[in-house]
């Protein structure tokens, strides 16, 4: 995350590696433990954001107005039961696995600086539009969001974020459908999951300096958010039955600014 002074003029880069808490599958009750790494900067006023699988370009320049207006690609990698040996739940093992998704698409925003506490702090309304071109689920993923981020200090820097996904029914149906084969494979009922609000997400994130401030060296980043499932997909065998419609995430790493 930015420090006051540079985050609104300048080019800069951070890079970041973390340990995440995340749910086995997406509905899953259980989690594991995976690598999480990050980057985020402005190279000659384009900026970027690169968090785990998934990666946004700007390509609206930044300016010295407070309205920062934005538009450009974002692209995502979806391994969501790609592989099942590392699943425990033996129902879910036994609908089999689901190809590799990448999302590609493009998202366009609005944000403002100077809105409450400072002339740094920013409040950004976005929406995203993804749709999977390499046939693991070949659904379309569109996902509002709103986020504030405030410095605290020139040491630290707290983000809240809050945002919802609405699927069509090829990505419901590739991992909420329940067919009759693959119910009598894990035991599961047969189940339809179609097009709808998937989830409504909150979250919260941080930033403190441990070498200098914000502006350079080492930093300690972490966060956490909370999903619920909704509608078909919150109804699904999958969800209902085997896992849980509550998904808690939760991540802790360093970060480098340069």
Excluded: C
């Excluded at 609206?60 to 107005?65: L, N």
């Excluded at 391994?79 to 739940?89: E, G, M, Y």
């Excluded at 590609?104 to 002339?119: K, L, M, P």
């Excluded at 997400?201 to 980043?221: R, Y």
């Amino acid at each position: 995350m930015q420090a006051p002074e540079r985050a609104r003029a300048g080019d800069r880069l951070t890079v970041g590696l973390g340990l995440g808490i995340l749910p086995e599958y997406e509905g899953s009750g259980e989690t594991s433990l995976m690598p999480v790494p990050g980057a985020l900067g402005k190279v000659g006023g384009f900026s970027f954001l690169y968090v785990g699988n998934r990666l946004s370009v700007d390509l609206i320049r930044d300016g010295a107005s407070p309205w920062d207006f934005q538009l450009g690609p974002a692209v995502s990698v979806g391994f969501n039961r790609s592989s099942v040996k590392n699943i425990d739940d033996a129902r879910i093992r036994a609908l089999g696995k689901i190809d590799t998704s990448v999302e590609v698409g493009g998202y366009a925003g609005i944000g403002r600086w100077g809105v409450i506490t400072s002339d740094y702090d920013r409040l950004s309304a976005t929406v995203t539009w993804r749709r999977d071109v390499a046939g693991g689920h070949g659904g379309t993923i569109i996902t509002p969001s709103l986020s504030y981020m405030m410095p605290l200090s020139r040491k630290s820097i707290v983000m809240l974020v809050a945002a919802a996904n609405h699927v069509d029914g090829d990505y419901a149906g590739s991992y909420f459908t329940v067919t009759p084969t693959q119910s009598e494979a894990s035991g599961l009922p047969v189940y339809t999951a179609g097009s709808g609000w998937k989830d409504w997400m909150l979250g919260a994130g941080g930033n403190v300096a441990l070498t200098g401030d914000l502006t350079g060296g080492l930093s300690l980043v972490g966060g956490v958010a909370y999903t619920r499932l909704l509608g078909d997909i919150a109804d699904s065998p999958v969800v209902r039955i085997a896992g849980s419609r509550d998904q808690w995430m939760a991540g802790l790493g360093l970060a480098y600014t340069f």
